[in-house]
């Protein structure tokens, strides 16, 4: 069983920074690849940004390459994302999530997710 906690959402003004943090209980982060999802009102919650157990490999949604930076410390059991140039199609709420297992094909899909947080609300200004 794997809890996760986020914190560091908030409101910030276009061109802007944030650094989400999710925390996780439990012996086996490491065990868990974790990624980060978003979800807006009316909108499907979709991927965001993800990294491997030993932080070999990133990946990212094509809408925040370049801005945001998914990052993790398997000594303090958190996942990290840093969030620059921030945009107002950014505000959403945030969720951290982790994986025992997917592939390159299915890193990006719901369903391959064990653990869920209860998510930290963004929202940019323009």
């Known amino acids: 069983q794997v809890q996760l906690v986020e914190s560091g959402g908030g409101l910030v003004q276009a061109g802007g920074s944030l650094r989400l943090s999710c925390a996780a209980s439990?012996?086996?982060?490491?065990?868990?690849?974790m990624a980060w999802f978003r979800q807006a009102p009316g909108r499907e919650r979709e991927f965001v940004a993800t990294?491997?157990?030993?932080?070999?490999?990133?990946s990212y949604a094509d809408s925040v390459k370049g801005r945001f930076t998914i990052s993790r410390d398997n000594v303090k059991n958190t996942v990290y994302l840093q969030m620059n140039s921030l945009k107002p199609e950014d505000t959403a709420h945030y969720y951290c999530?982790?994986?025992?297992?997917?592939?390159?094909?299915?890193?990006?899909?719901?369903?391959?997710?064990?653990?869920w947080g209860q998510g930290t609300q963004v929202t940019v200004s323009s």
């Open positions: 990294i491997s157990k030993s932080s070999s490999t990133t």
């Open positions: 999530a982790a994986s025992a297992f997917y592939t390159l094909s299915t890193y990006m899909k719901t369903p391959m997710y064990d653990y």
């Open positions: 439990g012996r086996t982060f490491s065990s868990y690849n």
